[in-house]
């Protein structure tokens, strides 16, 4: 049985065109990223690129070439919040923040260049879209929200938010979200887009990256060779290359893509997820943490147990029933805070498209029998 | 090399492997080369392909807001 339901931290297992990707490319074909023109580094500069062009249509955009390619979520995020940030900037976020958005904010709030507030949100988190023009003013720079929190899988809905702040850019992180629910930048007007490609893209660790469509309007955090303009001692002015300083993770982008062309079809539907939280919530010893609406949630979410802690959730979980869940604060304090469980967190669970009828069912019997 | 040849030059690898794809998908011969040392470029490779098809390509180089530099060969 695959009881591993600590997707939201890194996806296991991954499709097997993964591993035999990167093992190709380390041991057979070899090759970094463009500069020369033989086959090797052909070949492999191609593969990045399909790799870009294959993101693109996973995150529902036409502009591929400006999408850049990063270590992670986080190193995208800052690359874009400290990039667009301007000394007297308001930026507004979410009260589901991940620290990859709240740190850099808060870094920037006591270095004295910026000032951030929390929207205004309903119970699970979800912002109180007519509620957000109140919050803006004439130097919001920008909103930076968590596409899908990490800690109860409620999604926000970035096209509202993009309607109610107009020409303010936005920037979603969809680092939970990007590769198991819906992702449309181009018909939600997103400007801003940062991902990772080890969680539900079933990618390798290392890889990620951001979507800009206006990236007039950031400073590159990092600055060296790219391979192109070379006679300057300034970045590139053009995308991708402005922003993709240094030798990138080809192997892990190798892999990455080997992920998005080898997507699984899931073991479980929907209707098994819902089946599966519904008998969780009539166990009246926990406090479930999920989206309020269905359609708006992801494969994963958390509980909060009267009696036990959440490591000792955790471990009992792990030592009776062999899963492997994730306890504490899920580097995500802003949310548990609105949720009430700071600074205990909670029990989290996130599902793989691997996972069986059978396994799901093995997790529910799990949390009942542990939370008696 | 032929002079029927012509060079397209691009800013970028990325806008270079995106010219390519399009050549291929639309069964026009195409060579990714380094760039020969007269010209400058930003990135050291350009496409090689007929002067028959470059109107073509210039096109959808044109449609896709790539800037290129066209340079017939033996120039």
Redesign the interface.
Known sequence: MNLYFDNCATSFPKPAAVAEAMTRHLNETGGT?????YPRI?NS??LV?EC?DQLAGRMGTIQA?KIILTANATTALNLMIQGICRKGGHVLTSAMEHNAIARPLEHLRQQGLIEWELLESAADGSILVDKIASKLRPNTILVAVCHMSNVNGMAQSPGEIKQAIGEIPLLIDASQSLGQYPVEVDRWGVDFLAFTGHKSLLGPTGTGGAFLRRPELVEPLVFGG??????SLSM?A?V??RFEAGTPNITGIHGLNAALKNRPVACHSADDFATLLSEVKTNKNYRVRCADDFARQGKLFSVVHQRLSSSELAHRFYEEYGIESRAGLHCAPLAHRHLGSFPYGDCRFSLSPYHTVEELNHLAKAIHDVGK | MSENRELFLFQNIRQVIKAELWCVKNKIQVRVIPVPKPYSTECGLCLELDRADGDRLEQFAGENEMVINRIPVGQ
């Open positions: 990223y463009g500069r020369s023109a052909l500069t191609r690129e870009r070439d790219t391979g192109s303009g070379s006679d590139p053009f991708p290359d």
